[in-house]
T-cell receptor
Framework: GENVEQHPSTLSVQEGDSAVIKCTYS??????FPWYKQELGKGPQLIID?????GEKKDQRIAVTLNKTAKHFSLHITETQPEDSAVYFC???????????????FGTGTRLLVSP | DTGVSQDPRHKITKRGQNVTFRCDPI?????LYWYRQTLGQGPEFLTY????????KSRLLSDRFSAERPKGSFSTLEIQRTEQGDSAMYLC?????????????FGPGTRLTVT
């Protein structure tokens, strides 16, 4: 299937708290999982990604974990700041049937609001 | 700025008119993608090019849509006989296959409003 589910749809936290966004995917052949941050009126910005041969990846306050068995991956933001407020999208590489092509399928997004 | 650029940023058109959008990818990126994003949704894949060859098209891409990348650099997306349902943000992304074909960098998008 070509399905990526993302939860929650909205997330409100206080500055300094942690935020966690979760995604599940359906294609067992998926091997690349990026996360994008989209601010109002702008295109999605790649913030971190993980490949299927890695279980966790960290970049400063952002980390991503992958559980291939359960087909889950998550974004963790620590010490949140007001400038982290945006819509975050997960995506997974998916192979449509009978093609030699992999495309990115995106989740429906999580609106993160960090209050000062 | 060496990122992906798109032109125009906004387009308002009347139903039935044709529109054309342009995308300039990151220099030397050989793969270029077009996506459509509607309010409250993630980007949906439309089509992609490797160099000048269009290799895949989504079922979302009706016969009224056509995309070109004539010299393997910039790309255009044309929508003929626009309909109100075409109103959306049209995003372009590019990647370098030799590094990672899936590591895509997006432009700011063209927001189309069909009245």
């Amino acid at each position: 299937g070509e399905n990526v589910e993302q939860h929650p749809s909205t997330l409100s936290v206080q500055e300094g708290d942690s935020a966690v966004i979760k995604c599940t995917y359906s294609d067992s052949a998926s091997n690349y999982f990026p996360w994008y941050k989209q601010e109002l009126g702008k295109g999605p910005q790649l913030i971190i990604d993980i490949r299927s041969n890695v279980g966790e990846k960290k970049d400063q306050r952002i980390a991503v974990t992958l559980n291939k068995t359960a087909k889950h991956f998550s974004l963790h933001i620590t010490e949140t700041q007001p400038e982290d407020s945006a819509v975050y999208f997960c995506a997974a590489s998916i192979s449509p049937p009978n093609t030699g092509f992999q495309k990115l399928v995106f989740g429906t997004g999580t609106r993160l609001l960090v209050s000062p | 700025d060496t990122g992906v650029s798109q032109d125009p940023r906004h387009k308002i058109t009347k139903r039935g008119q044709n529109v054309t959008f342009r995308c300039d990818p990151i220099s030397e990126h050989n793969r270029l993608y077009w996506y459509r994003q509607t309010l409250g949704q993630g980007p949906e894949f439309l089509t992609y090019f490797q160099n000048e060859a269009q290799l895949e098209k989504s079922r979302l891409l009706s016969d009224r849509f056509s995309a070109e990348r004539p010299k393997g650099s910039f790309s255009t997306l044309e929508i003929q006989r626009t309909e109100q349902g075409d109103s959306a943000m049209y995003l372009c992304a590019s990647s370098l296959v030799a590094v990672s074909p899936y590591e895509q960098y997006f432009g700011p998008g063209t927001r189309l409003t069909v009245t």
